[in-house]
């Protein structure tokens, strides 16, 4: 998080015309790729007129950021996820009004009304006081005779030009765009995700606005790895190795840690760490070349990244499901990946794909690269079984629950009966709940599991079995950077793949689910994942940090 400046004295923005509102956000188009998820109806025109009255007030109205800790305005999230799961226009409404605007920042013009443009484009990168300068010039962009979202993306998220510029005049800070892109838990990607799989210009504007006021502080990684030497250069292929075999390498790497790194500890790991990182990511070797290539590595990022956050935060079944809500993100912006590749060269796919992974990876090892104990986890019963009394989280709804009737297929008490599909209620208690990550997480899950449910316990071995072998890269620590003591690195143990199967993403999203409370069947909402809670840690950590240097 970075602490920002705001200007002394901001002057709210012009408003947009109705004209340019409504060519910023029409009505939102079909899924652009197969493998984009698909929507549940709605009730009528009704939910689309909420969406799209308060999209565009969203737009108007608000900073992208709600604080000066650069905490993300999620409203947009929140109303498209919910409306794509089939919410109804008086929800929609009620999830704006009622969750996002009682703390959002105004939206003001750049302090001295600077016009961004092509010309001064590089001088305010990374500087949040310019986000509406820089939504202003991406309307332009994205609003111009014969743009597409295609072009758009390729020239400013993935171009040398717009990266690595060795033609840059001196004293110009490169614009590493793509770095930007999977910056802060790879909001801009899903913000703009959000764009490419709805076709909404101004979604689209929005994540690319958001992108360029981000910081690049990932350089030691993502530029270097993507964009290195000739800007323009190709990586060097090699034998492919899985996306969870690298997992598995990073587990018994006994230079990593075991605890969850603060605040201040992201930047010196990026010194010391930064190019074994980098070395376990190149071992992924993404290289895209067709629409199967492309198959078969999203397949490999949704695994890695559903174990990350879904497996990692699992402690056994007694114990409080820790929902970690940094490698959440690594599964929310996964699903957009489909959507924004729809549009993208295969070689800007491999570089977005790679961006990405490298981006989850680095953010599973800040949460402390927790074990992932397959064995034990799919031991336990899958809802609507019910679990044992000593399980934290009962595999059952609260509450009173159906009774159907006794000619009912298998019977009236047959929990098959009386919840027939578990992501039915699941997803309606979604649609609900306030808070606005849990409808993007189980969506996400959702269609993970439409698409690799099948998925049966020993796949993951086999596909493995024919990797190349891999050890931990040599690389060394450079010094300067994060100091561990002794007993906070450790190897852990490699994960029993013959366990994995596609019962995951509903195992995950239960967890989830019951972590965040089923707020439709009278449970109150946990608290888990609202922004107050760690706005007062942000707040905590600033006051101690005035002591230490007071």
């Keep these: 998080m970075v602490n920002t400046i705001p200007p002394a004295n901001p002057i709210p923005v012009s408003p947009s015309s109705a004209e340019v509102l409504a060519r910023l956000f029409p009505t939102p188009a079909p899924p652009p790729s197969v493998l984009a998820p698909a929507r549940l109806p709605n009730a009528g025109p009704g939910p689309t007129a909420a969406l799209l009255k308060t999209l565009k007030d969203n737009h108007e109205r608000s900073h992208v950021f709600f604080n000066y800790y650069s905490f993300h305005n999620h409203a947009a999230h929140h109303l498209l996820a919910i409306w794509a799961l089939g919410a109804s226009g008086p929800l929609i409404t009620a999830a704006y009004e009622d969750t996002h605007l009682d703390h959002m920042r105004d939206a003001f013009q750049a302090p001295g009304r600077v016009v961004i443009s092509d010309d001064n484009f590089h ?31 390729e020239k400013y998220i993935f171009s040398s030009e717009y990266n690595i510029n060795d033609s840059l005049a001196s004293g110009k800070q490169q614009p590493e765009m793509l770095n930007r892109f999977v910056e802060i838990l790879i909001h801009p990607l899903i913000h703009t995700g959000y764009g490419a799989e709805f076709g909404l210009p101004g979604m689209l504007a929005e994540g690319l606005a958001q992108a360029s006021v981000h910081p690049a502080r990932a350089t030691v990684l993502v530029s270097r790895l993507l964009f290195p030497g000739n800007p323009d250069s190709q990586y060097r292929p090699k034998s492919h190795v899985h996306a969870v075999s690298i997992l598995s390498q990073m587990l018994v790497d006994s230079r990593f840690w075991t605890r969850i790194l603060e605040k201040h500890e992201f930047e010196a790991m990026l010194v010391s760490h930064g190019e074994l990182i980098n070395s376990y990511a190149e071992m992924w070797t993404c290289e895209i070349n067709s629409q199967e290539d492309f198959n078969r590595h999203l397949e490999e990022l949704v695994w890695a990244s559903t174990l990350m956050y879904g497996v990692g935060s699992w402690d ?71 679990s044992p009394a000593h399980f934290k989280y009962p595999t059952t709804f609260p509450g009173v629950l159906p009774q159907p009737a006794a000619c009912t297929l298998l019977g009236g008490d047959s929990p098959h009966a009386v919840t027939p599909n578990v992501w039915y209620p699941l997803l309606q208690n979604t649609i609900v709940h306030p808070n606005e990550h849990l409808c ?71 967890l989830t689910g019951a ?28 006051e101690l940090e005035a002591k230490i240097n007071a």
């Design 440 to 510: 993007k997480c189980q969506r996400a899950l959702a269609h993970f599991a439409i698409l690799y449910g099948h998925r049966e316990a020993g796949f993951m071995s086999e596909a493995l079995s024919s990797n190349p072998a891999i050890s931990c890269p040599d690389t060394p620590l450079l010094p300067g950077g994060l100091e561990l003591a002794e007993d906070e690195c450790k190897a852990l143990e490699a994960p029993e793949w013959e366990f994995l199967d596609g019962s995951i993403f509903l195992r995950v999203a239960w």
């Design 515 to 542: 972590a965040l409370g089923w707020v439709r069947d009278g449970e109150p909402n946990t608290g888990v994942w609202d922004y107050q809670e760690f706005e007062r840690v942000a707040l905590e950590r600033d």
């Design 123 to 153: 001088d305010y990168l990374g500087d949040e006081n310019y986000y509406n300068a820089y939504l202003d010039y991406y309307h332009k962009v994205v609003l111009a005779p014969g743009a597409t979202i295609s072009s758009t993306l």
């Design 316 to 386: 056994g079944e007694d114990k409080e499901y820790r929902a970690d809500f940094f490698t959440m993100h690594i599964v929310t912006s996964c699903l957009f990946l489909p959507s924004l590749c729809a549009h993208l060269s295969y070689r800007s796919q491999s570089l977005l794909l790679r961006a990405h992974f490298l981006a989850g990876i680095t953010w599973w090892l800040v949460r402390g690269r927790p074990a992932l104990p397959l064995r034990k986890f799919f031991a336990a019963p899958l809802a609507p079984l019910p």
